[in-house]
């Protein structure tokens, strides 16, 4: 095994993960997970069947990234962010994998501590969502947002820092 995992975790058969990859305490990696190489689950992380996640992501404390999530590589998920997969839920009417809508989130991103990413949109390129954002619409490269709903309040480059702000519109 090339990659750390902690004895609280679970790896189910048919997961891959890669090289120098840490798995902490009460992690599940579920089957048909992709997990690049250089990552790091916090504790509580769970990660869904056919999700992709790229290299040298970040995946802090409580994450769960549902099926139809793509991660590309050097993404940071603050902790207890939260992804969804279906825009009309209902326990007794599961519409199945297949109809889940999909979310990408780009090379570089950052999202905040408990911000919440709706299925079916794509943050860009080194795109940062501040701590309890909720995003509704596909966020440009390099754009900060905030708010409920998330709204695009600046610019920022590869390192994070604020180049260009926005005036609010609301």
């Avoid at 579920?30 to 995946?59: D, F, Y």
């Avoid at 825009?87 to 999202?111: D, M």
């Avoid at 490269?141 to 920022?156: F, I, M």
Wanted: proline share 3%.
């Amino acid at each position: 095994m090339s990659y750390f995992k902690h004895e609280s975790s679970y790896v189910d058969e048919g997961a891959v993960i890669g090289d120098g990859t840490k798995i902490w305490y009460f992690c599940h990696i579920q089957s048909g997970a992709e997990i690049g190489e250089n990552c790091s689950l916090g504790q509580n992380v769970n990660v869904a069947n056919r999700v992709k996640i790229g290299n040298n992501c970040k995946i802090q404390n409580n994450v769960s990234i549902y099926e139809g999530v793509t991660l590309e590589d050097g993404v940071f998920c603050g902790p207890s962010c939260v992804f969804t997969n279906d825009l009309t839920p209902r326990a007794r009417f599961p519409k199945g994998h297949e109809n889940y809508k999909k979310t990408l989130v780009k090379e570089g991103a950052s999202i905040g501590a408990n911000a919440t990413i709706v299925c079916g949109n794509t943050l860009g390129r080194f795109s940062m969502v501040a701590a309890g954002s909720v995003v509704t619409h596909d966020v440009p490269d390099y754009a900060l947002v905030e708010g409920v709903p998330a709204r695009v309040v600046g610019y920022v480059n590869e390192q994070g820092e604020v180049v260009k702000r926005v005036e609010k519109s609301w």
